[in-house]
């Protein structure tokens, strides 16, 4: 079945550095691509999308680029701040539905 | 605020006891669900609501009984739960079931089975 599939373990970095997290995919068809958001005792929020390829997503700095030649839409942003501590999850839906799949989402941890 | 209230925020229950969870959106959407989120899996989608009818259970256990009185309303009951029930359960709504259709989540009951 459709999957996202993201790197393993918490992402530790200092204020100001450039952040990646990376999101591969394993899909039939055209999927839609997201970056969820979950912050501190919240629930999720939608960060960026892109529904085809070659799109590119962007919101508060983050962008990610649906690249289906490689099957990836990884999660950048130049300049991190604190506030974007966070855990954030890669996900998808199948053409035709939401029925949204999840990665297991990384932890982010920016220190001052 | 994303527009979907759940209650309570936290909840802690023995294996006996029978309680429910309760999910409200103010957004005018039409679909509802229930995710599960354990530490380190992928959330993992419950229950699906369109139109206030049933559309989709990826195979849950009975223990958890999902119900859906109105388009503004979700609750999952839950009886005799197992401690690897423990988790925190999600709800989101969105408009329609096409995929351009962003679900909107809410902060989620921390469940604990003891």
């Known amino acids: 079945g459709d999957s996202v599939t993201q790197m393993e373990g918490p992402v530790t970095l200092s204020e100001e550095a450039f952040l990646t997290i990376n999101c591969t995919y394993t899909a039939t068809g055209y999927p839609s691509l997201f970056w969820y958001v979950q912050y501190p005792g919240e629930g999720l929020q939608l960060l960026l999308k892109a529904t085809k390829a070659d799109d590119k997503g962007s919101n508060k700095g983050f962008e990610a680029t649906y690249r289906k030649e490689t099957t990836s839409f990884h999660l950048e942003k130049g300049s991190v701040q604190v506030s974007d501590s966070a855990v954030y999850f890669c996900?998808?839906?199948?053409?035709?539905?939401?029925?949204?799949?999840f990665g297991k989402g990384n932890q982010v941890v920016v220190i001052p | 605020e994303t527009g979907v209230t759940q209650t309570p925020r936290h909840l802690v229950m023995g294996m006996t006891n029978k309680k429910s969870l309760k999910c409200e959106q103010h957004?005018?959407?039409?679909?509802m669900y229930w995710y599960k989120q354990s530490a380190k899996k992928p959330l993992e989608l419950m229950f699906v609501y369109s139109l206030e009818e049933r559309v989709e259970n990826n195979s849950v256990p009975s223990r958890f009984s999902p119900e859906c009185p109105n388009s503004s309303h979700l609750f999952l009951h839950l009886h005799t739960l197992q401690p690897e029930d423990s988790a925190l359960y999600l709800c989101a709504s969105s408009q329609g079931s096409l995929a351009k259709n962003i679900q909107y989540f809410g902060a989620g009951t921390r469940l604990s089975v003891l």
């Open positions: 996900a998808l839906t199948p053409y035709g539905n939401n029925r949204l799949a």
């Open positions: 957004l005018g959407h039409n679909a």
